[in-house]
């Protein structure tokens, strides 16, 4: 007997959601993972310190960007949200009065676990190519790497660099300034 066919994920799911549940719809289907776990919010948010504060907050740096938290993007009928994403203000001037971006970021950093790591790769860094995201880090705080993408024009991923431990990070689009990778583990 064939299966019956499954109703394709709305917002309205994300809605329902618990308040301690994150929720995405990658490709139709929903997708639910826990609040990030202590190690997983410190690389993000020790991350965010260093490049938003040149970048976004002006701060040692060049500015010309907006460097967001776990922004929900509405890409299509896709509906995620990365880690951390920046867009260039001469991109995007302003930020947008609703609760969401429509706007692709210009990078993207997704912070692997073993609950996301699979959908991060195989999923996620997909959806971002497709809808021209020019660069995309992957910072894995177990093995301490650091994985550093440019797209090319042909929607594949570029890996430019791997990075480990403490390692001086200088790479695009943040390649204005340096920190250590260390700066990230706890």
């Not at 490709?27 to 976004?56: K, N, V």
């Not at 010309?64 to 009928?77: C, F, K, R």
């Not at 609760?99 to 195989?122: H, K, M, N, Q, Y």
């Not at 021209?132 to 093995?143: C, E, G, I, T, Y």
């Amino acid at each position: 007997m064939p299966r019956p066919a499954q109703r394709r994920a709305c917002y309205n799911d994300i809605l329902d959601l618990p308040e301690n549940r994150v929720g995405e719809i990658l490709l139709g289907e929903l997708h639910t993972h826990p609040r990030p776990a202590p190690r997983h919010a410190r690389a993000y948010s020790a991350l965010g310190y260093l490049i938003g504060g040149p970048f976004d907050g002006e701060i040692g740096g060049p500015g010309g960007w907006w460097i967001i938290d776990e922004p929900e993007l509405h890409l299509g009928a896709d509906i995620l949200v990365p880690d951390l994403a920046g867009w260039r203000r001469e991109r995007m001037p302003t930020l947008p009065e609703t609760a969401w971006f429509g706007l692709p970021p210009d990078w993207v950093c997704e912070i692997l676990s073993p609950s996301t790591a699979s959908i991060d790769r195989a999923v996620k860094m997909p959806l971002y190519a497709r809808e021209q995201v020019a660069h995309l880090w992957l910072v894995d705080p177990n093995a301490r790497t650091l994985e550093v993408y440019a797209r090319q024009e042909n929607r594949h991923w570029l890996l430019l660099d791997t990075l480990k431990e403490e390692d001086s990070v200088r790479q695009p689009p943040f390649d204005a300034i340096a920190f250590s990778l260390g700066s990230l583990w706890a």
